[in-house]
């Protein structure tokens, strides 16, 4: 069922909580592939009803970001929902979530503000605000969809450890499923931005993958000097691939770290083609 509005969104859900039935949650930006298909395959095992959300939302790109050209695959999106089992698919428009003639601005809009210690670092630091919108829409959508579980990808591992706090500090009760990458043949993490590269910008960005998984085997081999594990990335690195950021912080805190640890995670994000691609490991898995 494709659902538009939230109060019709509540009236179909009504009836399923007041059965008890678990409602899971996988909030998405649409143009589904692969690893949306983890998260809701994820949900349906372990849910009796799972809702899909659709919706780019605005409040969490930059004045220079990809908002307007974002893929919108609403049609192929919903047919693929249905197919996997999903109960029903909630696709607001911006009038819907923020109000009609809503201004993109917290002087307008009440905002919700993770805190600077994990959001002035990796993405954060370049895409400023984009974690406010981001734990902005998902705490709407907690309240309009009141789910039991919420499912999020770890290929945006800063998103899901923000989310997780902010479920903690705000006392949401719902309970944050992390689900693992799911890569391209090759090693590329799924990534709806992925349609922006040709064949060749694929081959380019993976060494995105390469180099975390080098990073690892060295931490494997005994290297925890987390200056040292960066270092082994230039020799990858290309005039194809722009870097903009290689860090290893603590997977649960984003804490910096000096030496690393099995609970430590490399982080990357580069340029290729034009297209920022992020992408991470934890070290001792």
Do not use: W
Not at 16 to 39: F, I, Q, W
Not at 141 to 156: R, S, T, Y
Not at 243 to 259: A, G, P, R
């Amino acid at each position: 069922m494709l659902i538009k509005k939230i109060n019709e969104l509540r009236e179909y859900i009504r009836p399923y909580k007041a059965n008890n039935e678990t409602l899971g949650l996988v909030p998405t930006m649409g143009a589904l592939h692969n690893g949306h298909l983890s998260l809701i395959k994820a949900a349906k095992e372990k849910c009796d009803r799972v809702v899909v959300s659709v919706f780019v939302n605005p409040i969490q790109f930059g004045p220079n970001e990809d908002y307007n050209k974002y893929p919108r695959t609403l049609k192929a999106d919903y047919e693929l929902c249905m197919k996997n089992g999903v109960d029903a698919v909630f696709s607001p428009s911006p009038e819907e979530m923020y109000g009609a003639g809503f201004i993109l601005s917290n002087d307008n809009l009440t905002y919700v503000c993770p805190p600077y210690n994990f959001t002035d670092k990796l993405c954060g630091k370049s895409r400023v605000g984009h974690f406010d919108g981001v734990c902005t829409v998902v705490n709407k959508l907690f309240n309009i969809v009141q789910p039991d579980f919420a499912f999020f990808g770890e290929k945006d591992a800063q998103q899901l450890i923000i989310i997780k706090k902010m479920v903690k500090d705000l006392n949401i009760p719902i309970e944050i499923i992390g689900c693992p990458i799911v890569r391209e043949t090759g090693g590329l993490a799924l990534s709806s931005r992925n349609k922006y590269l040709s064949e060749n910008g694929k081959k380019e960005a993976l060494l995105l993958s390469k180099i975390l998984q080098n990073i690892k085997k060295c931490y494997k081999q005994g290297i925890i000097n987390v200056d040292l594990l960066k270092e082994t990335a230039f020799s990858f690195l290309n005039n194809n691939v722009e870097l903009e950021y290689l860090e290893i912080y603590d997977s649960d805190t984003l804490e910096e770290k000096q030496e690393a640890d099995d609970n430590s995670r490399a982080f990357i994000a580069c340029r290729v083609e034009g297209v920022r691609l992020i992408d991470n490991i934890k070290l001792g898995e």
